[in-house]
């Protein structure tokens, strides 16, 4: 199976901020990689898909980006409503895995 | 819009079953592969099960293959996920998903499997 090492566990930022969420893969996975903000009590919402693309309604201020095996997702400017759990996805081959997930707190 | 209404879930024993159901709108449901995720309680994201547009192949982690059971009813927009000999670390919020991307996701049910 191919994992999904997600980086940092918990994060705390200040508005306006600018926050960055890692994953690396354990092999090549292409673009074949998405991500996810969860919020408490919520399903999760996709933000990023093909590792760069943003899903519709997503704000401007998250994009995605990749090096190699490693992706990033990137809140150029953090709100208040961007607090919540943050996951990876790699949809390149089953079983599809997440990343452990980012918790990202207001400082 | 794209509605995705799971149900059937609830407080069940050890070693019994139940069938988680899930309601799709919005949308063409046979142009799409479906799948469950699932996420115990104050855990990550996992991906348990998968079915093809007709049903015809289907897709399990390994810690649920020969226990569990996922279908389809296209002609219904219905999705299922048919659980028999529950165990402890089944318990979990399910979600009910569309495959590309998960782009699309229900609220969930709740399964508890406890004596």
């Known amino acids: 199976d191919i994992q999904m090492t997600q980086s940092p566990a918990s994060l705390s930022a200040s508005l306006e901020e600018i926050v960055t969420i890692t994953c690396q893969a354990s092999?090549?996975?292409?673009?074949?990689l998405a991500w996810y903000q969860q919020k408490p009590g919520k399903s999760p919402q996709l933000l990023i898909y093909?590792?760069?693309s943003l899903a519709d309604g997503v704000p401007s201020r998250f994009s995605g980006s990749r090096s190699g095996t490693q992706y990033s997702l990137k809140i150029s400017r953090l709100q208040v409503e961007d607090i919540g759990i943050y996951y990876c996805?790699?949809?390149?081959?089953?079983?599809?895995?997440f990343g452990a997930g980012t918790k990202l707190e207001l400082k | 819009e794209v509605q995705l209404v799971e149900s059937g879930g609830g407080l069940v024993q050890p070693g019994r079953s139940l069938k988680l159901s899930c309601a799709a709108s919005?949308?063409?449901?046979?142009?799409?592969?479906m799948a469950w995720v699932r996420q115990a309680p104050t855990k990550g994201l996992e991906w348990v099960a998968s079915?093809?547009?007709?049903?015809?192949?289907?897709y399990y982690r390994d810690s649920v293959k020969g226990r569990f059971t996922i279908s389809r009813d296209n002609a219904k927009s219905s999705l299922y996920l048919q659980m028999d000999s529950l165990r402890s670390e089944d318990t979990a919020t399910y979600y009910c998903?569309?495959?590309?991307?998960?782009?699309?996701w229900g609220q969930g049910t709740l399964v508890t499997v406890s004596s």
């Open positions: 919005g949308f063409t449901f046979s142009d799409y592969y």
């Open positions: 093909g590792a760069t």
């Open positions: 998903t569309t495959v590309q991307w998960f782009a699309y």
């Open positions: 092999q090549d996975i292409g673009n074949w």
């Open positions: 996805l790699q949809a390149y081959s089953a079983p599809n895995t």
């Open positions: 079915i093809s547009y007709d049903g015809g192949s289907t």
